[in-house]
C-alpha cells in the first residue's frame, strides 16, 4: 500500500506562505485522488483541497479559495498545497491523503491512506 510523507510546515506570519509537500511511496501513486485535510486543536479534521488522479481538477474549501492552491507531479509521485495570504485561523496540523475511488470526495472518512501530518502555525 501507499505511503504518504508530508513535509513544508512551520511557522509564518500572518500574510505569509508556505508550501507543503506529500510524497508518496510508490508510482501507483498516479492511481489516486489527492486531498490536503486539516486539524486545528479541539477541531474535527476538516477537507481543505483535493485533485483528481490526473490533475485536471481541483476542489477547495470555501475558507481557502484564492489562497491555497493544489498541486501534483505524478513524475515526481508528489502533490503540492501552495498557501498564501496565511491567516491565524490556518493554524493545524495538516494532513494529506489518498482514495482509489472512482469519484473524488471530500469527506475525510472515505479516505484511508494518510500521511503522518505537518504542523502548520501562523502567527498574528
Known amino acids: 500500500q501507499v505511503r504518504l510523507v508530508e513535509s513544508g510546515g512551520g511557522l509564518v506570519q500572518a500574510g505569509g506562505s508556505l508550501r507543503l509537500s506529500c510524497a508518496a511511496s510508490?508510482?501507483?501513486?498516479?492511481?489516486?485522488?489527492m486531498a490536503w485535510f486539516r486539524q486545528g486543536p479541539g477541531k474535527e479534521r476538516e477537507f481543505v483541497a483535493a485533485?483528481?488522479?490526473?490533475?485536471?481538477?481541483?476542489y477547495y474549501a470555501d475558507s481557502v479559495k484564492g489562497r491555497f492552491t493544489i498541486s501534483r507531479d505524478n513524475a515526481k509521485d508528489t502533490v503540492y498545497l501552495q498557501m498564501s495570504s496565511l491567516k491565524p485561523e490556518d493554524t493545524a496540523v495538516y494532513y494529506c491523503a489518498a482514495d482509489d475511488s472512482i469519484k473524488l470526495v471530500t469527506n475525510y472518512r472515505f479516505y484511508d491512506i494518510w500521511g503522518q501530518g505537518t504542523q502548520v502555525t501562523v502567527s498574528s
Open positions: 485533485i483528481t488522479w490526473s490533475g485536471s481538477n481541483t
Open positions: 510508490e508510482h501507483t501513486f498516479s492511481n489516486y485522488h
